[in-house]
């Protein structure tokens, strides 16, 4: 069953424009049915079950010619905005206790990257990672790009 809130169509459209497998085309269809989306370039690519349409679109997202599915844009926004509290909440708790004594000015913790929350799905780190919106640090924490840090 495809949860809506954290269901993603970008890397179904990238699975079945590149396996053409009637399993990606399917899980395609059902997430799309769910997450109630209503682009009809998609819909009409889907029917026709047109790879070279879908890697086209994948094109165009990935060069900002078109916008992403609103499915995807709202799951990617949640995900940063709780990647972001994580990282804000991970980052004050070192820094409450780093400090010497409670007349101590304290010091900065350092901590740029944390574990992503665990009500978003991998998938969805991957992407950001792809988009840019986030950098891996293959040991399972991600950080936000030096241009977007907040220290």
């Known amino acids: 069953m495809t949860d809506p809130k954290t269901c993603l169509l970008l890397p179904l459209i990238?699975?079945?424009?590149?396996?053409?497998?009637?399993?990606?085309?399917?899980?395609?269809?059902?997430?799309?049915a769910a997450?109630?989306?209503?682009?009809?370039?998609?819909?009409?690519?889907m029917?026709?079950?047109?790879a070279a349409v879908l890697r086209?679109?994948?094109?165009?997202f990935a060069a900002g010619k078109r916008p992403l599915p609103e499915q995807d844009k709202s799951?990617?926004?949640r995900a940063m905005k709780a990647?972001?509290?994580?990282?804000?909440?991970?980052?004050?708790d070192a820094e409450s206790s780093l400090g010497g004594g409670p007349m101590s000015s304290g010091r900065g913790s350092g901590i740029v990257g944390v574990?992503?929350?665990?009500?978003?799905?991998?998938?969805?780190?991957?992407?950001?990672?792809?988009?840019?919106r986030l950098v891996d640090n293959e040991d399972g924490t991600f950080e936000l790009?030096?241009?977007q840090r907040v220290e």
Not at 17 to 22: G, L, N, V
Not at 117 to 131: F, G, K, S, T
């Open 14 to 32: 990238r699975a079945a424009a590149e396996t053409q497998s009637d399993m990606a085309w399917a899980e395609l269809v059902g997430a799309r």
């Open 35 to 45: 997450v109630g989306d209503t682009d009809p370039d998609l819909g009409a690519a």
């Open 47 to 50: 029917a026709a079950r047109d």
């Open 56 to 60: 086209a679109m994948l094109d165009e």
């Open 75 to 77: 799951v990617f926004k």
């Open 83 to 92: 990647f972001r509290k994580r990282l804000k909440l991970t980052r004050l």
């Open 115 to 132: 574990q992503p929350p665990v009500q978003y799905p991998q998938a969805i780190w991957d992407e950001l990672v792809r988009m840019g």
């Open 145 to 147: 790009p030096v241009d």
